[in-house]
């Protein structure tokens, strides 16, 4: 029998290994309790290879994501009913006083953000909600005429496909490919136990928040209203959102504006363009976008909702022995700008063996007869538009068929995060148009390297799938990974400009860079 003193020496250890234990264990209890609700969230590293529904069974189990964006708005106005009383009242703003201080409400917003940053900063690391991979995000209740009354006014017209654009491309198709602003809207104000993503967060105060999303409806506005009525709306919407003391504060830097179609609120959009601009693309000729308004560092670039059907894992298999075209392309053949390139290609590709290019819009033949094309194609043709971006790319890589892009300037969403070379060839518009080269270079592809773009077609397809709930690495979740990455240098910029002495240093703009034009020699 061992010595009392070492039986009590043994006890004691145990005693402290138990206490320890159980100190642990309440640890966990509390972590688990505090941070496992649906309020407070953590991000997410999903494999490419996870299934696009995460969330099965369980007591209240998240029903089917929703992809079709006419059948999600269906659903969504008849179960979210406007916000009652006054929807959306704006605080109205002090001005700034003599010498450029912030007015009072503008300071004391400052202060309380500082406040809630500063307890962020010093407060626990371990704390997922101090985390800079969360985006806190306040949403503006705007009056509804800019947000509820324009999606009613979608819903109850568009069946009415006489409604063309000049060029013949059905109006509400266009808002369809634009419904950015629906998506990423409709999910930020879900419920947060219909909710899937852990990189975001909707806040109720202002001083919790890193952004502040406008939810207006700038494409449906610019395609639906008459004219003078949109620019109208447009300036109202200007003056509601500038009179915010958030916006005051920060000059619109910390804002989010959806401008995805290139025509949409273009009349007053010079006086936002501090914000975040949610775009198809980054044409600065001065077509679309002036100097100064759009660049990479600022700005998010996000996919078109595509226009064709999404083809699975099962309609990939089944169509994997039917892509006997070598090359397919259906859309318009003339544009402006940097799309007149198209009609070089038809002309360089015509009469070319197993190669269809061919003249086609947006409707539901057109939709029809592109998703067929491309779905028994090894390659499609995805040229500049009017602008450098088309919707054709996302249509391609949906339908598991290899994009060759020939659009020399083109930005493309989330590359930051995807590496589209593994996904699509890119091939300069100079020897695109020479007769015979591109079908040559097509041609001449190794078969094992089109199998491993397949394959990966497969996996990034879901990367530019919106839909309702809004699913892990969909494209609202890596929308909101790029602008997490933006967070350190927006609050950068407007800490600088709240404290630089205003005209003591001249600094560089999109003002300085050329713009982005598909060149032909």
Request: with cysteine.
């Amino acid at each position: 029998m061992p010595p009392p003193h070492q039986v009590a020496r043994s006890t004691s250890s145990v005693v402290a290994f138990l206490s320890l234990l159980a100190l642990f264990s309440a640890f966990l209890l509390f972590y688990y309790a505090r941070y496992s609700s649906s309020s407070n969230c953590l991000l997410i590293s999903d494999s490419l290879d996870a299934p696009l529904h995460l969330s099965k069974g369980g007591p209240n189990p998240i029903p089917p994501a929703e992809y079709s964006f006419l059948a999600s708005l269906e659903k969504f106005l008849a179960t979210r009913a406007p916000p009652s009383g006054s929807p959306g009242v704006a605080a109205a703003s002090d001005g700034a006083s003599d010498g450029g201080a912030p007015s009072p409400a503008v300071k004391a917003l400052d202060d309380s953000i500082w406040k809630e940053e500063a307890e962020r900063l010093y407060g626990e690391p371990m704390d997922p909600w101090s985390s800079p991979s969360v985006v806190r995000v306040y949403v503006y209740e705007m009056p509804a005429k800019f947000t509820y009354d324009l999606l009613w006014l979608f819903r109850n017209t568009y069946r009415e496909t006489w409604n063309l654009t000049s060029n013949g491309s059905p109006v509400h198709r266009l808002i369809e490919q634009h419904s950015v602003d629906y998506w990423i809207w409709a999910d930020l104000i879900a419920p947060e136990s219909e909710r899937l993503l852990k990189n975001v967060i909707r806040v109720h105060r202002q001083e919790e928040a890193d952004l502040f999303y406008i939810p207006f409806f700038t494409t449906i506005s610019y395609f639906l209203l008459e004219r003078q009525q949109c620019k109208a709306l447009y300036r109202e919407a200007l003056k509601w959102v500038t009179d915010q003391p958030a916006w005051q504060r920060s000059g619109g830097r910390d804002h989010i504006l959806p401008v995805h179609h290139p025509w949409s609120f273009k009349s007053v959009r010079r006086f936002m363009k501090k914000a975040i601009w949610l775009l198809p693309d980054m044409d600065s000729t001065g077509n679309w976008y002036k100097p100064g308004e759009v660049w990479l560092e600022k700005d998010l670039i996000l996919p078109y909702v595509p226009n064709v059907d999404f083809c699975d894992a099962q309609c990939l298999h089944d169509s994997q022995s039917k892509r006997s075209t070598l090359l397919f392309f259906r859309g318009r053949l003339k544009r402006n700008a940097g799309g007149k390139i198209r009609s070089k290609l038809a002309a360089a590709l015509h009469n070319s063996e197993n190669v269809v290019m061919v003249e086609g819009n947006a409707g539901e033949t057109g939709k029809a007869a592109a998703q067929a094309g491309m779905r028994k194609s090894l390659f499609c043709l995805s040229p500049a538009g009017d602008t450098p971006s088309s919707a054709r790319l996302f249509d391609a890589i949906v339908s598991g068929c290899i994009p060759v892009i020939v659009s020399d300037e083109l930005e493309l969403p989330f590359e930051g995060i995807l590496d589209y070379r593994k996904i699509a060839l890119f091939v300069s518009s100079n020897d695109a148009v020479q007769p015979g080269w591109l079908v040559n270079f097509l041609m001449n592809v190794d078969s094992k390297q089109i199998m491993e773009m397949q394959n990966n077609l497969a996996k990034y397809s879901r990367h530019f799938l919106f839909s309702s709930p809004a699913q892990p690495l969909g494209a609202e979740d890596l929308a909101w990974r790029m602008i997490a990455g933006k967070l350190v240098n927006i609050k950068l910029h407007i800490r600088r400009s709240q404290r630089v002495v205003e005209g003591s240093r001249n600094l560089c703009t999109c003002e300085c860079r050329t713009g982005n034009i598909t060149r032909v020699a």
